[in-house]
Nanobody
Framework: QVQLVESGGGLVQAGGSLRLSCRAS????????MGWFRQAPEKEREFVAG????????YFADSVKGRFTISRDNAKNKVYLQMNSLEPEEPAVYYC????????????????WGQGTQVTVSS
């Protein structure tokens, strides 16, 4: 069983940047494809980015393409989400998730979730 802990959230001005981290423990991160999701109040959890176990394949939601990047360091058991040009409508709790198969845009496909980290964007 893998445990995930996100960090790096906070308050940023619109147009600013944040780097989120997801640290895995319990099992080696290289066993899992990873995804980042976000959920705003009263909205469904939505896919942001995904990365394969080796890091050779990545995928982004259309809304963040060109602004966000995802990467992983399996030696450090960490996955990162670099968020640039944050927009006022993007405040949410950001979650990382792990799946032993492949990354997916569908939340229910992921067996393991972190507790989330809050991102607030001021206009």
């Amino acid at each position: 069983q893998v445990q995930l802990v996100e960090s790096g959230g906070g308050l940023v001005q619109a147009g600013g940047s944040l780097r989120l981290s997801c640290r895995a423990s319990g099992r080696t991160l290289s066993s899992y494809a990873m995804g980042w999701f976000r959920q705003a109040p009263e909205k469904e959890r939505e896919f942001v980015a995904g990365i394969s176990r080796s890091g050779s394949s990545i995928y982004f939601a259309d809304s963040v393409k060109g602004r966000f990047t995802i990467s992983r360091d399996n030696a450090k058991n960490k996955v990162y989400l670099q968020m640039n040009s944050l927009e006022p409508e993007e405040p949410a709790v950001y979650y990382c998730a792990a799946d032993s198969a492949a990354y997916s845009i569908v939340p229910i496909r992921y067996a393991h979730w972190g507790q989330g980290t809050q991102v607030t964007v001021s206009s």
